[in-house]
């Protein structure tokens, strides 16, 4: 058996005679598939607005930027993320307060409020690996202090809460459409929201700060950057976003045989799904138990040498050598514990049950030899 990767794209016919017509075409940017994705986006997700950008990182730094967060904000997260998350506040001035994570990856609502000060401006929470966040919850605490909502749902295309679709519910949502997402455009991302204003200015920041007049005129508003989409990345988005439902079930489908495959582990387990929600199972982590923690590592390459491709999401933000030096050591007990527990395992809608049972199966191998040497 191929190695298998923890996650990876499905590029099919359709999405190759798309990209293959753009590269025929008098427009390789600027053109009208831009423009035809984000209409795309907006009725998948029932939200206003769409708007690209040639990444998520860029696309997280527009919905700061036009969110006026800058030095002397504060700006309540996560740590279990990319760091591109807090990068890009951090670049445009502002503080990172981290809160604490609850045992499935997602931060911890309780724990938010407590954290608030006057000079919070927005939360940003993540929807680790697919599974949404207490949204409403969240919600109702920004509202009480008059704070703004920015998902980074960089995991989460094609989740929804209560039938509602992660996209449609925030001040911004930011999603990710790299190479391992749910769908991709190669490199890519959006900020969705409903605000106008929010739209209006993300449209300016990533194309210069310009806007078009009648002939060769123009004129520059606001200082902006080249964060444009590509139409053959956009192309390749409108052929994928039609089959997102179908790799969000494919991948759901081998989410269920690990659940029932590893419902009575002892020396690990997986993160639970709400019943009233849908998740993109971006990653299927499972997370091992404190007392197999001093043998990560060595389970992490006993499962490479075997064929698997495992990965670990994420070392908290905090311990990166910038953010201590910048902003001094700091621990979160649950985030640390996370960090020491997790390990991605394959899942993905290339895969078939076939190759899911073999995972499963080295996964009980490789670990139950490890307590083994416990005992002994």
Known sequence: MSRLDYSTQL?????IDGVI???KSPYLTQGKKVEEFEVALCKYTGVKHAITFNSATSALFGAYSVACIGPDDEIITTPIS???TSNMFVELGAKPVWCDVKIDGNIDEVAIEKLITSKTKAIVPVHFAGKAVELEKIHKLAKKHNLLVIEDAAHALGSSVSDKKIGSLSDMTIFSFHAIKPITTSEGGAVLTNNDEYAKKLRLIRSHGMVKKELWHSDMLTLGYNFRMTEIAASLGITQIKKLDRFIQARHKIALYYN???KDASLFHVIKQKEQSVTSHHLYPILLDSKIHPFKESIFKELQDRGIGV???????????????T??????????NFYNSEISIPCHQKMS?????FVADTIFEIINKYKEQKKS
Do not use: C, M
């Open 11 to 15: 590029i099919e016919q359709d999405d």
């Open 21 to 23: 017509e753009v590269l």
């Open 82 to 84: 990319f760091v591109s």
């Open 260 to 262: 029932e495959r590893f």
């Open 311 to 325: 990965q670990v999401h994420y070392k908290p933000i905090y311990k990166n050598s910038f953010y201590k030096e």
């Open 327 to 336: 902003f001094g050591d700091f621990s979160l007990a649950t985030a640390d």
């Open 353 to 357: 049950l076939e190759e899911a049972k």
